[in-house]
């Protein structure tokens, strides 16, 4: 059972438009989600997050928009950059400290 | 800036060999994972320990153990390795004192041939 998913693998946007990451979820118990972003030969480090009790969070470049009703959250990037390629990975968290992550989506940024 | 740090990036063993991956972090974290991530299936919990000594399975741990004998040091153990567990390895910490972001190593290429 995937409580998390991330229906996109890849994808190419234009340097200096907006990147736009979805994630659907199914558990109604996480609490809060979070997305990372993770380079080849990296660990994955922690880009933004948003509790369950608001719809939008926004730092810098990056906006993560939680619809409930729809389990439904998205991360936008604006503008986008050449250093934003990279996997992006949505986390919902459940309690326990334990977060469950979808599948990734590769993001390319082209010149 | 939390540290997570990983005994290996790249690790070649034979089939039916011992495996020992080791994690350590600097910032008295109590919690530790231990993650697999494989193309398409996203990252996934094997093992975590909330203390020392404490530790409880994730979604995927047949054919793993782990050890937490020091709060900074958490051990994944592939007791009898097989080709299916050659995966990419992610160890994480975070502490529920401060907030419950999960800090990540490098990661450990394992190829089991």
């Known amino acids: 059972d995937q409580q998390v998913k991330q229906n996109s693998p890849s994808l190419s946007v234009q340097e200096g438009r907006i990147s736009i990451l979805n994630c659907d979820y199914t558990n109604s118990m996480f609490d809060y989600f979070l997305w990372y972003k993770k380079y080849p030969a990296e660990g994955p480090t922690f880009l933004i997050s948003i509790s369950s009790i608001k719809d939008k969070n926004e730092d810098g470049r990056f906006t993560v928009f939680l619809n409930k009703s729809a389990k439904h959250l998205s991360l936008h990037i604006v503008p986008s950059q050449p250093g934003d390629s990279a996997v992006y990975f949505c986390a919902g968290h459940q309690g326990a400290q334990k977060l469950v992550f979808g599948q990734g989506t590769r993001l390319t940024i082209n010149p | 800036d939390v540290k997570v740090t990983q005994s290996s990036r790249y690790l070649v063993k034979r089939t039916g060999e011992k495996v020992f991956l080791e994690c350590v972090q600097d910032m008295d974290h109590e919690n530790m994972f231990w993650y697999r991530q494989d193309p398409g299936l996203g990252l996934r919990l094997i093992y975590f320990s909330y203390d020392v000594k404490m530790k409880e399975k994730g979604d995927i741990p047949e054919g793993y153990s782990v050890s937490r004998e020091k709060k900074e040091r958490f051990s994944l153990i592939l007791e009898s390795a097989s080709t299916n567990q050659t995966s990419m390895y992610l160890c994480?910490?975070?502490?529920?004192?401060?907030?419950?972001?999960?800090?990540f190593g490098p990661g450990t290429r394992l190829t089991v041939l």
């Open positions: 994480a910490s975070s502490s529920p004192r401060v907030t419950d972001t999960q800090y």
